[in-house]
């Protein structure tokens, strides 16, 4: 018996509705903040995701050679390729440029609940506008998705500005080197100490990420990014996203070496250990490809935040529908045929049955399989033109004339 990869997961019919069901619903939501599609390829020069995703993504990184001796990666995530797609086709484009993603990313991390070493991320990058008002921008439909899945209250956003930890970090001696390495262990209370005490900075810095946001400027020299954070917090309430919708968090730092300015995250509490639904920001990944466009964007994890809603009952509702086709002899199947294709051609999804069954087990596999209708036509009804239609919820039967069929439904 070959089984599945270890982190991979099949996915059923009923699975695949509910999947393809949010999938529109965030299709939708993106193009209606003027963002369009793209895609990229689902592996890349290894060396893409190497230099600027930072430790926690190139210890996960899904590498191999491939025959001609090229070390490959599956992506780990999409906003490496998608700068990589600007750099190499998209530079000259109009800006600011809006695009939107959906595809599966690759980590090899362990799996768990909501952890998976395939799973999909629905994601947006908004390139060449570097001002709070695009900030927000960002921000807003990453919760306005959250509104339209129907879980804003049960998710916790956190926004911060990173340039306000760096700057007062950098005034106070460290280097960026010491600042990354700190940032990698902001939460790990031991490990960030033992950078802190090199530069007797523990307890300041403790009391200025636990500082209140209005408390904040007491705690730093130059007030500029404190000072952009507020703009952006504005202009999100223009969106209908009021600050009790979210906290400003300096301890949200991201796991991406990439990101430069605002960033955000929204956990959802009642997955556990794997809360994180959406995570995403301000970055410049330009020094790889020779470009300074400035850019923001972010991910969901597309299975989480099915999970999330699913946990919420907020998943989508499978509702009966669609026509099954049952003849009662093979002697007037031409007609059947005739209704078939009627249907079919108006869009309607519709069946017939295959194996010549009675029709209590024809019936029995309508019922079972979903469908809104069953379509029983016999010697009398071809005789009428009509066709006679079972309503599977209610059980109501009637006859209706063949030509009408589509009204009727
Ligand atoms: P990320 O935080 O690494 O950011 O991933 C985004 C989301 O993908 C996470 O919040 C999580 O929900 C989901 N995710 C990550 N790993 C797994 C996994 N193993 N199984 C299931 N879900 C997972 C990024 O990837 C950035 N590219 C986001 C971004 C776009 N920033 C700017 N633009």
Known sequence: MIERPRGTRDFEPDEMESRKGLEDLLRRKAEDFGYREILTPTFEHTELFLEKSGPSIVKEIYSFEDKGGRELALRPEFTASVMRMYSENLKGKPKP????????????????????????????????????????????????????????????????????????????????EEIEELFHVIDKEEESEKILDRFELQDEFIELLDAPFQEIPEYIEDP???????????????????????????????????????????????????????????????????????????????????????????????????CYIIPLSTENISYCYEVLTTLRENNVKTDIDLKDRNIG???????KTGFKYSIIIGEEEVKNEEIALKDMKSGDQKNVKKDEIMETI
Request: charged fraction near 30%; charge should be negative.
């Open 97 to 176: 440029l809006k695009l939107f993603y959906f595809g599966p990313a690759f980590r090899y991390e362990r799996p768990q609940s909501g952890r998976y070493r395939e799973f999909w991320q629905f994601g947006t990058e908004l390139m060449g506008a570097a001002t709070p008002r695009a900030d927000a921008e960002n921000i807003a439909l990453a919760y306005d998705c959250i509104k339209k899945a129907g879980i804003e209250d049960v998710v916790d956003m956190r926004i911060s500005n990173l340039k306000i930890l760096e700057n007062h970090l950098k005034s106070k001696g460290l280097s960026n």
């Open 224 to 322: 500029e990014h404190y000072e952009y954070l507020e703009d952006v917090i504005e202009y999100l309430s223009y969106y209908g996203v009021e600050e009790e919708d979210f906290s400003v968090d300096l301890r949200t730092v991201r796991g991406l070496d990439y990101y430069t300015g605002v960033v955000f995250e929204i956990d959802a509490e009642k997955l556990g250990a794997q809360k994180q639904i959406c995570g995403g920001g301000d970055y410049y990944l330009g020094d790889i490809f020779g470009t300074d466009v400035s850019s923001k964007g972010f991910s969901f994890g597309f299975d989480r935040l099915l999970l999330a809603m699913e946990k919420e009952g907020k998943g989508l509702q499978k509702e009966r529908n669609g």
């Open 361 to 367: 087990k024809a019936l029995g596999y309508a019922d």
